[in-house]
């Protein structure tokens, strides 16, 4: 008994595939500007002898909103303290 494989060969097939890699690849954008943007703002501090513990280090390296990270990004070369980072204000 043959199995009609012709959806996988159809222009809807193909598109479904290709939206799919499109995602993709937007995702994988979006996660290396965040990863990004997190390594600024950790280098900053590290160069500035600036201790950031675990949990602040997971805040920033767990965050994934890019305006939130490009706020902390800005602040973080005038920072004191990691607090400094994360003011609201």
Do not use: H, N
């Amino acid at each position: 008994m043959a199995v009609d494989l012709s959806f996988y060969k159809s222009p809807l097939s193909e598109e479904i595939r290709d939206e799919g890699r499109a995602e993709g690849r937007a995702e994988g954008r979006a996660e290396g500007r965040t990863e990004g943007l997190a390594r600024g703002i950790l280098l900053f501090l590290a160069q500035a002898g600036i201790d950031v513990p675990d949990e602040a280090r997971e805040r920033i390296t767990g965050c994934t909103d890019l305006d939130t990270l490009s706020r902390w990004l800005l602040r973080a070369p005038t920072a004191a303290t990691v607090e400094d980072v994360f003011a609201v204000g």
